[in-house]
């Protein structure tokens, strides 16, 4: 299949190339940025201005799917540029990735996410929605940046972090699949304290910090505390966020692209 990922250079994005190159797909990755030096094996690439949509037409051409990974958190442009170059080119199946919890936490950058499900679901092309939990990727960068002060302020709130390599498996097979429209949502292994979670990462990277959970006012965090961004009913990730750290060279780096 021909498959485009929009955001194909970020945490989630280079993770659902690497899934789908080695099935002998012609896989494209969407980027603002100039093609790297390539190397024999990488996928192809494209460079989009989405302000324009220079770029895009002539990379959806003939497209039979598009992984939209990229994101902005300004507005939905991307998706509303998307949307418009999809109808007029094929109808390619576009798979969107959300987040668990957007329709019930009234947070700046989960209405955009909710308002970009709906543009989909409201464009009349072939798309499937995945919701996935928080990335143990974004929750190491979190806790990298706060314990560089010896006391580490933590959200006073649960999590369910899941590994960027399940997600990605889930979009690769979803991109190869019929459209489904919003599918089950995905969650990782395991509901913690992001308290808890705070000192498993100081106990792997050797730390020792005072962990100070803090309360944060507004309707949005309270539908956190709430748990809105939960899924405990399909906790189907299989790495924890004890094993994703281990799994890391360089457990403190504040990086939150390319480690995985
Ligand atoms: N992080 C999480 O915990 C989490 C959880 C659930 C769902 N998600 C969703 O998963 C998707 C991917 O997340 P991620 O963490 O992998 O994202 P990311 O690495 O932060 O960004 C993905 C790509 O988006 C492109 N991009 C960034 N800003 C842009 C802008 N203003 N205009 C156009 N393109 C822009 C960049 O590609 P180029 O620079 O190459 O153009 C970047 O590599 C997002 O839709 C996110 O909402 C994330």
């Given at each position: 299949m021909k498959i485009l990922v929009t955001g194909g250079t970020g945490a989630l994005g280079r993770v659902v190339v690497d899934r789908l190159l080695p099935d002998g797909h012609d896989v494209t990755v969407v980027s603002r940025r100039a093609r790297p030096e390539r190397a024999a094996g990488t996928p192809g690439w494209a460079t989009v201005d989405w302000r324009t949509g220079t770029g895009l037409d002539a990379a959806i051409d003939g497209a039979d799917a598009v992984v939209h990974c990229a994101t902005s958190y300004r507005?939905?442009?991307?998706?509303?540029?998307?949307?418009e170059t999809a109808r007029q080119a094929d109808g390619p199946h576009i798979v969107y990735i959300s987040i668990v919890g957007v329709d019930r936490i009234p947070f700046p950058y989960y209405r955009l996410k909710?308002?970009?499900e709906r543009l989909l679901a409201d464009s009349g092309l072939p798309h499937t929605v995945l919701r996935a939990t928080q990335f143990h990727g974004l929750v190491r960068e979190l806790f990298a940046l706060g314990s560089r002060s010896p006391v580490m302020p933590v959200l006073d709130m649960r999590v369910q972090p899941i590994d960027v390599?399940?997600?990605?498996?889930?979009l690769a097979e979803l991109a190869t699949g019929q459209?489904?429209?919003r599918v089950t949502?995905?969650?990782?292994p395991e509901v913690r304290t992001v308290r808890d979670l705070a000192r498993t990462y100081l106990r792997v990277t050797g730390r020792r910090r005072v962990v100070a959970p803090i309360r944060l006012p507004g309707k949005a965090f309270r539908a956190f505390r709430a748990g809105g961004n939960l899924t405990p009913g399909h906790a189907v990730g299989t790495v924890t966020f004890e094993d994703y750290l281990r799994r890391l060279s360089d457990p403190a780096t504040t990086s939150y692209r390319g480690v995985h």
């Open positions: 507005g939905i442009d991307l998706e509303r540029r998307l949307v909710l308002a970009a390599t399940d997600v990605a498996g889930r459209p489904a429209g949502d995905m969650g990782g």
